[in-house]
């Protein structure tokens, strides 16, 4: 199959090398053009990806057009700031037609739209639109270690056809018709994932860590039926799956900003010395607007904002938390 690859970050430099060396011909391009350049002089990204050279089916492009030509699929894997710029620049390279894979994880800001519904709105009369999520680590993958995610789109048909074509022995994909919940499951685990990072960066222990993860489940499935999701989603992979290992992983951008947060340091500071976008941070706010226009309550989302407003340091935001009013479960 013929793929395009928008976004050369970490993940999409990670999903290009895999589904290279598993039989699909692969063209990476981002609109950063000297980024690309150094890509294709290097055949590796030295800068998000260190330590995997690109196959020979992997081809680097600083030209759109040219990134599209013979292209059955459209993968976007930029940030999700950068989500609907890529669309209308596919539109402009009368590409607005082809099927369109999101592979990032967010709401966009100001407007609180998922990505499904960031590319519905610039392409509305396309019809395979989807959205890749689930837990997943971009180094592990490039590594060619076991890996299962969700690939969720409202067209079925396309949705069997594309996993049928894409599926491997290394990455596994399972799909889904209630792409609102796996939109909404990859959105929010990342914020859960901060608040982890710093219970754990505090040193709580593991009980707080459980309960975070546990109680953060629940959030995510209030929001997520509250829009229409099916809450059995929250239980796959795109759910509780991502959400355990974005709260525990080692590699988490998320439950770094968390741990550098505890230790006292300017959220700035935190995010300059990741050197990778950590959407769980723009993401709090518009999530927390969508809890209040639909009346839902997020505890752990409303602290960490009110940490993020600097109304809060990281040690109230956990004892805030401790000290709610009880209730039952």
Known sequence: MNITVIGAGSWGTALALHFAQHGHRISLWSRNAEHMQTLRQDQENKRYLPGFSFPDTLSVHTDLQEALKNTELVLIVTSVA????????????????????????????????LTFQVVKEVVPDNTKIGVLSGP?????????????VVLA??????????????????????????????????AVKNIMAIATGISDGLEYGLNARAALVTRGLAEITRLAVAMGAQPKTMM??????????????????????????????ELHQVLKEIGHVSEGVSTIEEVFNTACKYQIDMPITHTLLQLLRKELNARQVVERLMERETRFE
Not at 96 to 109: D, M, R, V, Y
């Open 153 to 186: 789109s409202e067209n079925k048909e396309w949705t069997e056809e594309l996993i049928g074509r894409l599926n491997s022995n290394v990455l596994r994909l399972y799909g889904s018709e209630d792409i609102i919940g796996v939109a909404v499951g990859g």
């Open 136 to 148: 997943s680590f971009a180094q592990e993958l490039a590594k060619q270690l076991p890996c299962a």
């Open 82 to 113: 950068g989500l609907r710029d890529s669309v209308k620049l596919l539109v402009e390279h009368n590409a607005g037609h082809l099927p369109i894979l999101t592979a990032c994880k967010g709401f966009e800001q100001d407007t609180g739209l």
């Open 236 to 265: 796959g992979l795109a759910g509780i799956g991502d959400l355990i290992l974005t709260c525990t992983g080692a590699l988490s951008r998320n439950r770094r900003v968390g741990l550098g947060l505890a230790e006292g340091k």
